[in-house]
């Protein structure tokens, strides 16, 4: 069976977790669904959910697919309940990878439905205003392809698309995003850039569209290693791309030179909106998509933003930090971080120092880390409870804390600023935690139960039929 947007959902849907919600009541389209997201992760609930009934559109929207490291092992088909599993299974996959191949059978899914010329209108896709103060209605989770007029090398990568009308959308690119580098090679060229943007598909896309690598990195020979089976490509019907043949939707078009609009305010991934900026425009040649097609939307101001591209930039950290320290146990960036600017490194310490050491190796390895805390191999990184504990218990600031000021950051982060710091830029100051304890006195010993005890204890042979959970 082919691993689809579908197939994960049923998937989830069969697991008998808690990880999948499924909504009947008719919602209207903006606004709503970013709502209920919010009020289920006020009661501590990260699911997926499938939201059946939009009012004025006939089309299911999936969300929050990438909500919390459980729905990340989901993806992978690793056990939810051993985290720790995740990241390591993700670098034995990424390793593995798995060139695409031509889909061979007849009509591709994503081509059932096509629409050129007056049939197109992205108006009748389910695209919704997230939150209130954002400048209009977001595409939030498409991976745009496009393809490098030097080397013929595919990029595949996900930015956020503002509706500009029924066949024109905005594309907000990073200025050092592999896809801004291509659209400046095209139009150094005097071409305009093709694209294709598809939009619903398994996670295991959106998670090799994020895989870090150089501009001629395979990002869908990663999602093929991720999936353990190669991606099916199409032709597109009016640009000379490739296409997963069993994505969703699929929006074909063209950037041209010199063709910007303004973008936002939109609500960003720190949780504050950001300030409107020229981006360019993409001007819509097709829109294809599947029979009773599913819509995959991301809320891009809530936890699962970051989590979409975390397991590939944990893995970056993971190579690196095993270099300068072998006996490095785990590293994560977690929700709470916004952006990565959270790190929780795990190590086997040696000698003094080194968690020290650990930490500034994380520091020059990803720009984006604001504050690491770096632990022994008895505290979970995946429980944020625990490294809090870790800190309340293990550290004295003026021995353990080293902070780091004018360092380059994440322009995005609202604390930031430039050289002078009377005015914003892109510089933030950086603290390292270290709460290892000391190699050279005794520390006391931590209360924990019996190994062989808690293996040996089934907690749900304890408990009543109704409070046994998933």
């Not at 209009?136 to 930015?159: A, E, L, Q």
């Not at 353990?228 to 997963?244: I, Q, R, Y």
């Not at 270290?434 to 062989?452: I, M």
Request: net charge negative; glycine share 8%; aromatic share 8%.
């Amino acid at each position: 069976m082919v691993k689809d947007l579908r197939y994960f959902i049923e998937k989830l849907r069969t697991s008998g977790s808690d990880d999948l919600v499924e909504i009947e009541r008719q919602i209207p389209r903006d606004l709503y669904m970013t709502l209920i997201q919010e009020k289920l992760a006020k009661e501590g609930r990260y699911p997926a959910v499938l939201f059946k009934n939009v009012a004025g559109h006939g089309w299911p929207v999936a969300t929050g697919l990438f909500s919390s490291y459980s729905l990340l092992a989901h993806a992978l088909e690793v056990d939810p309940t051993e985290k720790e599993r995740v990241l390591e299974e993700y670098m034995r996959r990424e390793a593995n990878q798995i060139a695409p191949v031509l889909f061979s059978g007849g009509t591709a899914p994503v081509h059932e439905i096509v629409m050129t010329g007056e049939d197109i209108n992205l108006e009748n896709l389910p695209v919704q205003q997230h939150c209130a103060g954002d400048s209009g209605r977001y595409i939030t989770i498409g991976c745009m392809i496009c393809k490098d007029p030097v080397s013929g090398v595919t990029n595949v990568g996900t930015y956020r698309h503002e509706l500009k009308g029924p066949a024109r959308m905005g594309c907000m690119m990073n200025p050092v995003q592999h896809a801004a580098t291509i659209r400046n090679r095209h139009h150094s060229a005097g071409r305009s850039m093709e694209v294709a943007v598809f939009v619903g598909h398994h996670p295991a896309y959106h998670i090799g569209a994020a895989s870090r690598g150089p501009l001629e990195h395979d990002e869908l020979a990663v999602t093929g290693g991720l999936l353990g089976e190669a991606v099916e490509l199409v032709p597109c019907k009016t640009v000379d791309l490739m296409v997963p043949a069993y994505a969703e939707v699929v929006i074909e078009g063209r950037i041209h030179q010199d063709s910007f609009e303004m973008d936002g305010p939109f609500a960003e991934y720190a949780g504050y909106y950001g300030a409107p900026m020229k981006v360019p425009v993409i001007d819509v040649s097709a829109i294809t998509h599947r029979k009773d097609p599913i819509w995959h939307d991301l809320f891009p101001s809530f936890r699962e933003h970051t989590q979409v591209g975390v397991l590939g930039r944990e893995a970056q950290l993971f190579r690196r930090l095993r270099e300068i320290v072998p006996t490095l146990v785990g590293v994560h960036l977690p929700p709470s971080g916004a952006n990565f600017w959270h790190c929780y490194v795990s190590i086997r310490k040696r000698a003094q120092g080194e968690g020290k050491l650990a930490g500034l190796a994380v520091l020059g390895s990803n720009y984006d880390v604001k504050h690491v805390v770096i632990v022994d191999d008895d505290i979970d990184i995946h429980d944020e409870g625990e490294v809090l504990w870790a800190i309340a218990t293990r550290v004295q600031a003026d021995k353990d804390c080293s902070i780091i000021t004018n360092s380059f950051g994440a322009h995005l982060d609202p604390s930031a600023y430039g050289e002078t710091r009377s005015e914003r830029g892109p510089m933030t100051t950086k603290v390292i935690i270290d709460t290892t304890r000391p190699l050279n006195r005794q520390f006391p010993e931590r209360v924990r139960p019996a190994k062989h005890l808690w293996d040996s204890v089934n907690l749900r042979d304890y408990l009543p039929p109704g409070n046994r959970g998933a």
